[in-house]
């Protein structure tokens, strides 16, 4: 049994505030709603949302949530999980309330990072409605975009998320990064998306998560968003420009809790019948120049 898609992100913030103006004015996405302590829900497709702001000052990743197509299908993957011996908490009725699932499981990766699988996920009855006008996000059955973390143990991570969970790799990238070394990276897809999930043999960044992408269905609105954060002196922390492995012409800005988001358009499809797996020995093939200072 293998998930399909990555269905949401939780994030621990210090400021809900700032992060929903950036979200609905920069990033183009909606807020729908806030919970009484203060979370927060942002929506980029026909899902209810994509994204949980959740307001405990950590301006870090909290949890990733990860879908499997129905009930069936998660009793199947926790007792495949259980067997091999990972812990599995199952989610209370309040969980299912707050994530707007159906029903959901909560467990932990070599790592520590907490993953919830979870099915059933409540679709919105109406548009998107962006303040900033957009031609929306490619997310859908592709799912949000994807996720870069750091790997404290590498070929554990692999292991864990191939035969656990059920992802394929797409690729590695192996390069050299000032002041850290030779780094690799491993990209997993478990859907047409080039990779959902990524990690880093070696920390990228002081947070546990590197960054996160959002896919355009407009390049025009990937150049508008990078000339936006210029005129709004949001930072840019890499340049515009195009990745050797998924092809995604792109940039990344700093979100208000001091970590990337990656703003691309044009990301490459796996075809599973098709595919081999590659190496590659620089991440872009033109731009993606780092931020002096």
């Known amino acids: 049994m293998a998930v399909s898609q990555l269905g949401y992100l939780g994030l621990h913030v210090s400021d809900v505030s700032a992060w929903g103006a950036f979200a609905q004015e920069v990033l183009g996405m909606e807020v729908v709603g806030r919970e009484e302590d203060g979370a927060s829900y942002l929506r980029m497709d026909d899902h209810h949302y994509r994204i949980i702001l959740e307001p405990n000052g950590k301006d870090d990743l909290g949890y990733t949530g990860w879908e499997v197509p129905d009930e069936k299908s998660l009793v199947s993957l926790r007792q495949q999980l259980e067997a091999r011996g990972i812990e599995v908490t199952p989610g209370t009725a309040a969980d299912r309330e707050r994530r707007k699932v159906c029903d959901l499981v ?8 907490e993953l919830e699988i979870f099915y059933g996920p409540l679709l919105a009855a109406t548009p998107l409605k962006p303040i900033r006008p957009i031609a929306g996000f490619k997310a859908g059955a592709l799912g949000l975009g994807h996720v870069v973390l750091a790997a404290r143990d590498f070929e554990g991570t692999i292991a864990f998320y191939t035969e656990l969970l059920g992802f394929r790799v797409s690729d590695y990238v192996q390069m050299e990064r000032p002041g850290i070394g030779r780094v690799t990276l491993v990209f997993f897809h478990c ?7 990524a990690f880093s043999s ?3 960044s002081p947070k546990r998560i590197s960054h996160f992408m959002i896919e355009l269905n407009s390049l025009d609105d990937v150049g508008a968003a990078y000339y936006l954060c210029q005129e709004r002196k949001i930072p840019i922390t890499m340049s515009l420009g195009r990745h050797t492995n998924d092809q995604m012409v ?12 990656e703003y ?4 490459r499809l796996v075809d599973d019948g098709a595919w081999a797996v590659q190496r590659y020995n620089q991440a872009s093939v033109w731009g993606h120049l780092r931020a002096q200072g």
């Open 106 to 113: 909560r467990l932990r990766d070599p790592n520590g990072v």
């Open 191 to 197: 859907n047409p998306r080039h990779h959902s999930l």
């Open 202 to 204: 070696a920390s990228l």
């Open 264 to 267: 691309g358009w044009g990301g």
């Open 250 to 261: 792109s940039f990344y800005m700093q979100c208000p809790s001091g970590f990337n988001v």
